[in-house]
């Protein structure tokens, strides 16, 4: 079975400034999906980034990338000039491909970052 | 704009009764569906995976009998709630690949809060 880990359940940081969130997984998988998604007060789920097993490159986004270490199994968020609609929880979630269709996610338990002003 | 309805937003049951939930995916055909579950300041737990035309599957610890889930259609599931009782009040949240599945971005609807009373 697949494990997600968030070890930061709350970060606070100001407007403007660069933050990570952590996330470590631990599979035998080789070949597997990772992503981040936001969830906002409305609680609806925001695909953030998403990343590649197989793909060396980090993935990024605008102001949002990832630094996939495959080897060590972490996958961090690094979110460049913050802004105060980025408050939100985050959850760092895992899956593998499975047949011809997609698996479930595995989310870890989140971190809720604010963003002051 | 959003690509998973789910319906209703909320709902207010008493216990012993059922309630069901939809799941639509508007613009793509979603032979796989899944189903989460949220309790309030805790991550999303994978409930099933719904699957169009068969059965589905059901996460170890996941009541079937319970928790009755049909996927009739390519755009549509149902998830159901039997006998509602007051621990199944929970937030309960759908979602769905678009295109082939592996590997593609989630679409989640924006969730059903059940208070069961």
């Known amino acids: 079975a697949q494990t997600v880990t968030q070890s930061q359940p709350e970060m606070s940081v100001q407007e403007a400034e660069t933050v990570t969130l952590s996330c470590t997984y631990d599979?035998?998988?080789?070949?597997?999906?990772l992503f981040w998604y936001k969830q906002p007060p409305s609680r609806q789920m925001i695909l953030v980034i998403r990343q590649e097993a197989y793909k060396q490159q980090n993935a990024t986004e605008n102001r949002f990338s990832v630094n996939f270490q495959k080897a060590a199994k972490s996958f961090s968020l690094k979110i460049s000039d913050s802004q105060l609609g980025d408050t939100a929880m985050y959850f760092c979630a895992f899956m593998t491909p499975s047949g011809g269709g997609a698996d479930g996610l595995t989310f870890g338990k989140g971190t809720h970052l604010i963003i002051q002003p | 704009g959003a690509v998973v309805s789910q319906h209703p937003s909320w709902v207010i049951c008493k216990s012993g009764t059922s309630v069901k939930i939809e799941c639509r995916s508007l613009?793509?055909?979603?032979?796989?569906m899944f189903w989460y579950r949220q309790f309030p300041k805790q991550s999303l737990m994978l409930m099933a995976t719904s699957n169009e035309g068969s059965k589905a599957t059901y996460e170890q610890g996941v009541e079937k009998d319970k928790f009755l889930i049909n996927h009739a259609s390519l755009t549509l599931s149902t998830l159901t709630v039997t006998s509602a009782h007051p621990e199944d009040s929970s937030f309960y949240i759908c979602?769905?690949?678009?295109?082939?599945?592996?590997?593609?971005?989630?679409?989640f609807g924006n969730g059903t809060r059940l208070t069961v009373t």
């Open positions: 979602s769905a690949g678009r295109g082939q599945g592996i590997g593609s971005p989630l679409h």
């Open positions: 599979t035998s998988e080789n070949n597997y999906y």
């Open positions: 613009d793509f055909q979603a032979t796989t």
